[in-house]
């Protein structure tokens, strides 16, 4: 199904999510990608990509550049950037090659209010391998976390703050997932 979609009409930039457990086959499917096409912007975003930036981008790396910590806004950014065919290098939040060094831009704020986000489930059906009725049993809420645990990495990745969806938009979500 990848391949076909890739092969129909060739993305200019295809965003991946990477955390810890997908790791592996998000960089396979970056090969892919750089494999079927070669001049598409590859970038990586999620837990992982953030943390381990320089890994993700090491020098036999397929991607070329990596969304840091939230980055639903980076995206569209970069997205409005490259139809414009404006230079993203300079945009917060992200990390890349320039002449053979990583370069990391300043932070990007989080997101003040989540309920501009999309609802998750809303594209599930054109999805490629996700089991559509798990995946919509999971309603986001919220993010963050107030807490310093040591052994994990939500501290660094929201800055121990939470913010959550007004429970309007969490009960207009659970009725789309009940509808569709």
């Known amino acids: 199904d990848i391949v076909r979609q890739l092969s129909g ?3 200019h930039v295809v965003a991946i999510s990477q955390w810890t457990h997908n790791r592996h086959a998000s ?15 590859i970038v990586l975003g999620g837990g992982h990509a953030t943390f381990q930036y320089a890994e993700t981008l090491s020098a036999t790396s397929p991607v070329d550049l990596v969304a840091l910590g939230e980055s639903e806004s980076t995206l569209l950014e970069l ?11 300079e945009l917060s939040g992200i990390a890349y090659h320039r002449n053979g060094q990583i370069v990391v831009t300043s932070p990007r704020a989080l997101m003040t209010d989540l309920d501009r986000l999309p609802f998750a489930a809303l594209h599930l059906d054109c999805s490629v391998g996700v089991d559509c009725t798990l995946q919509a049993e999971f309603i986001i ?3 963050g976390c107030p807490s310093a645990c040591t052994f994990c ?28």
């Open 9 to 11: 009409v060739p993305p």
């Open 27 to 41: 960089l396979e499917l970056a090969r892919l990608v750089r494999q079927l096409c070669p001049e598409c912007l």
């Open 79 to 89: 997205a409005r950037h490259l139809s414009k065919g404006e230079r993203w290098e």
């Open 141 to 143: 809420t919220a993010r």
């Open 153 to 180: 990495s939500s501290p660094g990745f929201w800055n121990r703050r939470v913010r959550f969806r007004s429970p309007e938009n969490i009960v207009e979500e659970i009725l789309f997932i009940r509808d569709k």
